[in-house]
């Protein structure tokens, strides 16, 4: 069964606005991971944020990470056409290479 | 460059039909992976490995063989075709920190 389950599973923005998208997840964890995956194409791995970690940033992006809550958090700011995309969050488990993958949320920036 | 090469992108097959997708990786990953990716769903796992010689089942395994002779290359097998494995299928090395994927196999069983 899947680790993470992400909210929302479908988002529309304008561009230049803000976009947050949430993962939860069930178990202890080593990291937690974030790629993005355009229309059928590959994932892209953006960011990885580990469990001693609360927060993470990469150019627009900014990642948190609650781990009583277990949960984590993806911010894309001044968002971009270019940035219209399925986003996935995924765990690694203690002692484990394996990624436990949540369904993703769709990201649809408008122009 | 360095990465992921899946073969081939597309392929599509007759119920009952054997296939094998390859996958190779140039970057000296112990572990590999192979997933599926079914509509509106993340991706499960079917089969890894953490090095040449070690492998080990996933999620979905029922219907999939792998092998690992060396450290560049994981293929999947499919050993009988069935329609319920239409899907898209994604090979991955990496650690812990970070995995690279390959660009795809879109596999259609009819």
């Known amino acids: 069964s899947q680790q993470g389950e992400e909210d929302p599973q479908a988002l529309s923005i304008q561009e230049g606005e803000n976009a947050t998208m949430n993962c939860s997840y069930k178990t202890s964890i080593n990291n937690l991971q974030w790629y993005r995956q355009n229309s059928g194409r590959g994932l892209v791995h953006l960011i990885l944020i580990r469990s001693n970690e609360r927060e993470k940033h990469s150019g627009r992006l900014r990642v948190t990470l609650d781990t009583s809550k277990k949960s984590s958090s993806l911010l894309i700011t001044a968002s971009r056409a270019a940035d219209t995309a399925s986003y996935f969050c995924?765990?690694?488990?203690?002692?484990?290479?394996?990624?436990?993958w949540g369904a993703g949320t769709k990201l649809i920036i408008k122009p | 460059n360095a990465g992921v090469t899946q073969t081939p992108k597309f392929q599509v097959l007759k119920t009952g039909q054997s296939m094998t997708l390859q996958c190779a990786q140039d970057m000296n990953h112990e572990y590999m992976s192979w997933y599926r990716q079914d509509p509106g769903m993340g991706l499960r796992l079917i089969h890894y490995?953490?090095?040449?010689?070690?492998?080990d089942q996933g999620e979905v395994p029922n219907g999939y063989n792998v092998s690992r002779s060396t450290t560049e290359d994981f293929p999947l097998r499919l050993l009988s075709a069935a329609p319920s494995q239409t899907s898209v299928y994604f090979c991955?090395?990496?650690?812990?920190?970070?995995?690279?994927f390959g660009s795809g196999t879109r596999l259609t069983v009819v």
């Open positions: 490995s953490v090095g040449a010689g070690i492998t």
């Open positions: 995924a765990t690694v488990l203690l002692n484990n290479y394996q990624l436990i």
């Open positions: 991955a090395s990496g650690t812990g920190s970070g995995y690279t």
